[in-house]
């Protein structure tokens, strides 16, 4: 069955540490996205992609990164983990870009910065 | 004022009543509107997405769009135990993909 995988479920990282969070599906979507979710701030979109070579930032881009150099995979890497990047990740994909595709989200990491 | 709002909950329904759930949103150019439903320590997933005006019904579960007041809503028939949860409100503005996601509203079905 197509799907979406996350790795690591759970990442424990130190202030500082440059950490790359790993996205991958089987549905061969065009389009991958990468959110975060806190408390009180619901989800909130980190990056997106909407095919290979081409990436675009969200609404709290600062302090990551992404590239996108197969249909597969959108790696999300924090450059300088901090605090404030504790968090939980979700990765998530749709097939098209039309106003309608559903996005289908993976399992999530868990992210700690000490 | 946020994009997209939801009441924060909870929500407590008696098993068997109806839950209303409502959303907000300010960007009038917003098209399409996605319920998620997400599981305490998972991952959300989608209920149904509406982009009419009116109602659209999927067995349990009722989306409701009214675009000039600018609120879509979600009712669930007949709540069960199982349907606690948090319930995420997501808008689609504009061409492409994007969600912005309302801050979600738990609810808390008692037997």
């Known amino acids: 069955d197509a799907e979406i995988t996350q790795s690591p479920r759970h990442k424990i990282t130190e202030t500082g540490r440059q950490v790359t969070l790993a996205c991958h599906q089987t549905w061969n979507h065009n389009n991958m996205f990468w959110y975060r979710q806190d408390l009180g701030h619901g989800l909130r979109l980190i990056h997106y992609s909407y095919g290979v070579q081409d990436t675009n930032k969200g609404e709290v881009s600062d302090g990551y990164s992404v590239s996108r150099s197969n249909t597969e995979d959108l790696p999300l890497t924090l450059e300088s983990a901090a605090s404030s990047q504790t968090s939980v990740y979700f990765c998530?994909?749709?097939?098209?870009?039309?106003?309608?595709?559903?996005?289908?989200f993976g399992p999530g990491t868990r992210l700690l910065v000490l | 004022q946020k994009e997209v709002e939801q009441n924060s909950g909870p929500l407590s329904v008696p098993e068997g009543a109806i839950a209303s759930l409502n959303c907000t949103y300010s960007d009038r150019g917003s098209q399409s509107f996605f319920w998620y439903r997400q599981y305490s320590g998972k991952s959300p997933e989608l209920i149904m997405f509406?982009?009419?005006?009116g109602d659209k019904e999927d067995g349990r579960f009722t989306a409701q769009l009214n675009k000039a007041s600018q609120y879509v809503s979600l009712l669930i028939r007949d709540s069960q135990p199982s349907d606690s949860a948090t319930y995420l409100c997501a808008v689609n503005r504009a061409a492409g993909n994007k969600l912005t996601f309302g801050g979600g509203t738990r609810v808390l079905v008692k037997p």
């Open positions: 509406i982009y009419s005006n």
């Open positions: 998530a994909s749709s097939e098209s870009g039309t106003h309608m595709e559903t996005q289908y």
